[in-house]
Nanobody
Framework: QVHVVESGGGLVQAGDSLRLSCVASGRTFSTNAMGWFRQAPGTEREFVAAISWAVGSTSYADSVKGRFTISRDNAKNTVYLQMISLKPEDTAVYFC????????????WGQGTQVTVSS
């Protein structure tokens, strides 16, 4: 089993920065990738960013390119999401997810952390 726990959310003003963290524990030896997703009230969960565990290649949603940076610390089984120039439309619950080798999609999800950006 794998457990994923996010932290770092909060209430900030537009233009501020925030860093989210996500720690994975348990059977993480075959981690393939970790990603961040978000869900605003009344909307579907959407992809934000992802990083491959072995190589560190990254991908981003167009809406966050240039403002968000995903990174990882393999030794700590931790992935980060650095967010700058935050906008009110970034307000959402942010979820971390993990995909292991052989998984066709992200299987392990955290409970989410709330990010609220005031204008």
């Amino acid at each position: 089993q794998v457990h994923v726990v996010e932290s770092g959310g909060g209430l900030v003003q537009a233009g501020d920065s925030l860093r989210l963290s996500c720690v994975a524990s348990g059977r993480t030896f075959s981690t393939n990738a970790m990603g961040w997703f978000r869900q605003a009230p009344g909307t579907e969960r959407e992809f934000v960013a992802a990083i491959s565990w072995a190589v560190g290649s990254t991908s981003y949603a167009d809406s966050v390119k240039g403002r968000f940076t995903i990174s990882r610390d393999n030794a700590k089984n931790t992935v980060y999401l650095q967010m700058i120039s935050l906008k009110p439309e970034d307000t959402a619950v942010y979820f971390c997810a993990l995909r292991r080798d052989g998984d066709s999609s992200y299987v392990y999800w955290g409970q989410g952390t709330q990010v609220t950006v005031s204008s």
